[in-house]
Antibody, heavy 120, light 111 residues
């Protein structure tokens, strides 16, 4: 059973950069699956940030594309998210997720989520 | 790309059926089979209830069903139970820019 666990600072500074990592256990990151990041501001809905394949190929939400960088570390079986130029609007629970089969856009496996608060 | 449109709330009594709609624009819900429905309880990660418009993962009760007509997908919950009270989100793949969009979410209340 695949398990995902987010980690990273819970506090980010305005204009700074958020860095989160998702550790994958119970399976290899080098499969045919895509690995995604999704965020949810407090009391609001879900927003897809983007996805990455183990080769490093990425797809980003156009609304965030200029500020997002995703990467994969196959040696550690983990993938990461960097979000720059932070504002209060980036305060959210950030989830990492994996699709069901591979390229099916079904976010089947999820981490528990980590709250990031942007504040000075 | 705009988010998919869902009603903010829905409700029903135990045993009743309720249907939640998810309306897209041209080029998402209407042409791709990558429509997924998620259930989210407070403080928890979302859980897949329906994928590829109508498919139900193993372990999801058959009280949950999905359908689509044109650019509107629907989730029907039959025989409502107290544990069905949660927020429900639809999502769809959008071919341009290879992205996924979510609906705004529907809070389902079991009266």
């Amino acid at each position: 059973q695949v398990q995902l666990q987010e980690s990273g600072p819970g506090l980010g500074k305005p204009s700074g950069t958020l860095s989160l990592t998702c550790a994958v256990s119970g399976g290899s990151i080098s499969t045919s699956n895509w690995w995604s990041w999704v965020r949810q501001p407090p009391g609001k809905g879900l927003e897809w940030i983007g996805e990455i394949y183990h080769s490093g190929r990425t797809n980003y939400n156009p609304s965030l594309k200029s500020r997002v960088t995703m990467s994969v570390d196959k040696s550690k079986n983990e993938f990461s998210l960097k979000l720059s130029s932070l504002t209060a609007a980036d305060t959210a629970v950030y989830y990492c997720a994996r699709d069901l089969i591979g390229g099916d856009y079904v976010l089947y496996y999820w981490g528990q989520g980590t709250l990031v608060t942007v504040s000075s | 790309q705009s988010a998919l449109t869902q009603p903010p709330s829905a409700s029903g009594s135990p045993g009743q059926s309720v249907t939640i709609s998810c309306t897209g624009t041209s080029g998402d819900v209407d042409i791709y089979n990558f429509v997924t429905w998620y259930q989210q309880h407070p403080g928890k990660a979302p859980k897949v209830m329906i994928y590829e418009v109508t498919k139900r993962p193993s372990g999801v009760p058959d009280r949950f069903s999905g359908s689509r007509s044109g650019n509107t997908a629907s989730l029907t919950v039959s025989g409502l139970q107290a544990e069905d009270e949660a927020s429900y989100y639809c999502s769809s793949y959008v071919g341009s820019n290879n992205l996924v969009v979510f609906g705004g979410g529907t809070e389902l209340t079991v009266l």
